[in-house]
């Protein structure tokens, strides 16, 4: 298994920059070459495009994922074509592409962002809210209500993303302040949740609570006590004791 970039072998590396495998770990994919991967799937991209790529390689690969999307959407290319590669970071490109689309309303944007929120890899599942958190923030209300019946779906990966996608701190994403201050606010999504029955999505809601209880410790205390009351079966316990990890 490969421990930094570098030990990323030639062989290895040449099926992930032409596309013909999926990264099986985080690091085969920041070892990725953009430009190379771009010229691969798509490859009436066009040179101009492809020279924007590689004047961005020192960028951050959320800033990457980005633009490859807005040179694909320039390009005119097919989403479908996108969402349907065998590259996981081709299919992160379509979320992007979906988040791009600022004709689309929000829910227009979450029904196409569904399937990739559903993907077989891990990788492409954390692009699909990656992507779509921005707009889910900007109208944050409006996002709670939207994600809601997510929370009842039958595929855990789903419910995963109604609460991750809005967790007051989060990862590798901007905070939203309204969280962090009301996060009452998503009890429409976190409620739910409460007993979930797949770890995926209890560490998901145990880590949104972790990050309310760092600026509101009181509010968290009260809240998991109230659902060891309400629901005291081994999810909800494991839930609580992981949310409350950072409280004193």
């Known amino acids: 298994m490969s421990r930094g970039v570098a030990d990323v072998t030639?062989?290895?590396?040449?099926?992930?920059?032409?596309?013909?495998?999926?990264?099986?770990?985080?690091?085969?994919?920041?070892?990725?070459?953009?430009?190379?991967?771009?010229a691969a799937a798509v490859p009436a991209i066009g040179a101009i495009r492809l020279d924007r790529?590689?004047?961005?390689?020192?960028?951050?690969?959320?800033?990457?994922?980005?633009?490859?999307?807005?040179?694909?959407?320039?390009?005119?290319?097919?989403?479908?074509?996108?969402q349907g590669h065998t590259s996981d970071?081709?299919?992160?490109?379509?979320?992007?592409?979906?988040?791009?689309?600022?004709?689309?309303t929000l829910p227009q944007q979450l029904a196409a962002m569904r399937p990739l929120a559903d993907d077989g890899h891990?990788?492409?599942?954390?692009?699909?809210?990656?992507?779509?958190?921005?707009?889910?923030?900007?109208?944050?209300?409006e996002a709670i209500g939207q994600l809601a019946p997510w929370t009842a779906d039958p595929s855990e990966r789903?419910?995963?993303?109604?609460?991750?996608?809005?967790r007051p701190r989060?990862?590798?994403?901007?905070?939203?302040?309204?969280?962090?201050?009301?996060?009452?606010?998503?009890l429409p999504l976190l409620q739910p949740l409460r007993a979930d029955p797949a770890v995926y999505v209890q560490d998901s809601v145990a880590n949104w609570l972790n990050d309310a209880a760092k600026s509101q410790p009181e509010w968290v205390r009260s809240l998991c006590?109230?659902?060891?009351?309400?629901?005291?079966?081994?999810?909800?316990?494991?839930?609580?004791?992981?949310?409350?990890?950072?409280l004193a």
């Open 122 to 141: 891990f990788g492409v599942r954390e692009w699909a809210w990656l992507a779509l958190r921005p707009h889910l923030a900007a109208s944050l209300d």
């Open 10 to 38: 030639a062989e290895r590396l040449a099926l992930l920059n032409g596309g013909s495998v999926a990264s099986a770990t985080l690091t085969e994919g920041l070892a990725i070459d953009f430009a190379q991967l771009l």
């Open 158 to 166: 789903v419910r995963r993303f109604a609460c991750e996608a809005l």
């Open 170 to 186: 989060g990862v590798w994403c901007a905070h939203i302040a309204q969280l962090k201050e009301q996060p009452q606010r998503a």
């Open 89 to 104: 970071t081709v299919r992160g490109w379509a979320c992007f592409a979906i988040a791009a689309q600022a004709q689309w």
């Open 53 to 82: 790529m590689r004047a961005q390689a020192a960028e951050g690969i959320t800033r990457r994922m980005a633009l490859a999307a807005q040179l694909l959407l320039e390009a005119n290319v097919d989403l479908a074509q996108l």
């Open 225 to 246: 006590a109230q659902w060891l009351q309400e629901s005291p079966d081994a999810a909800t316990q494991r839930i609580c004791k992981r949310a409350q990890r950072s």
